[in-house]
T-cell receptor, first 114, second 117 residues
């Protein structure tokens, strides 16, 4: 069964304390792995798409990497404004009707203290 | 314009009411989505419209009725809802329908926070 698992469930960091969030997946044929950021009461905001093992993408203090089994979202010297829930989603190769479904993880809630 | 606009932002309704949620995008996207999200859970897909036609209905109860009047607008009509339907309802769009191409990132609106009393 296709599955996406994120860890940790919650993470509290001090400002400037770098860390990583994990998204592990078991899917039949990865088409793409997506990272989104969600602030409370808002819709998710797209961050990155990764397609193949070894791929890396960066945006400001965030860097996403991908292996054949998992993805990491590295946060370097975080600031309080980086506090949010980070969601990982995977598009698998299996078809659901005429479309390929997006499988979501439960998210990591990140709090960065000043 | 890279926004998906949803109205209203908040909605409180009784179980016998009829209400509608509205969503609009002007990015020329060919797919639009309704998601439901409960607290501390990921978004849960409800419906997908591809090229203005309903392409996915995730076995959603008939008290939720989607409508796509044109390529920029998406509505969700609500009737006889239950308290357990209280959630954040999110509209999203993507350039192409899911599975068609590789770059299928979703653009989400800010959502409608729905409370059913």
């Amino acid at each position: 069964e296709d599955q996406v698992t994120q860890s940790p469930e919650a993470l509290r960091l001090q400002e400037g304390e770098s860390s990583s969030l994990n998204c592990s997946y078991t899917v039949s044929g990865l088409r793409g792995l997506f990272w989104y950021r969600q602030d409370p009461g808002k819709g998710p905001e797209f961050l990155f798409t990764l397609y193949s093992a070894g791929e890396e993408k960066e945006k400001e203090r965030l860097k996403a990497t991908l292996t054949k089994k998992e993805s990491f979202l590295h946060i370097t010297a975080p600031k309080p404004e980086d506090s949010a829930t980070y969601l990982c989603a995977v598009q698998a190769g299996a078809w659901a009707g005429n479309n390929r479904k997006l499988i979501w993880g439960l998210g990591t809630s990140l709090a960065v203290n000043p | 314009d890279t926004e998906v606009t949803q109205t209203p932002k908040h909605l409180v309704m009784g179980m016998t009411n009829k209400k509608s949620l509205k969503c609009e995008q002007h990015m020329g996207h060919r797919a639009m989505y309704w998601y439901k999200q409960k607290a501390k859970k990921p978004p849960e897909l409800m419906f997908v419209y591809s090229y203005e036609k309903l392409s996915i209905n995730e076995s959603v109860p008939s008290r939720f009725s989607p409508e796509c009047p044109n390529s920029s607008l998406l509505n969700l009509h609500l009737h006889a809802l239950q308290p357990e339907d209280s959630a954040l309802y999110l509209c999203a769009s993507s350039q192409d329908p899911p599975g068609l191409r590789r770059n299928e990132k979703l653009f989400f609106g800010s959502g409608t926070q729905l409370s059913v009393l």
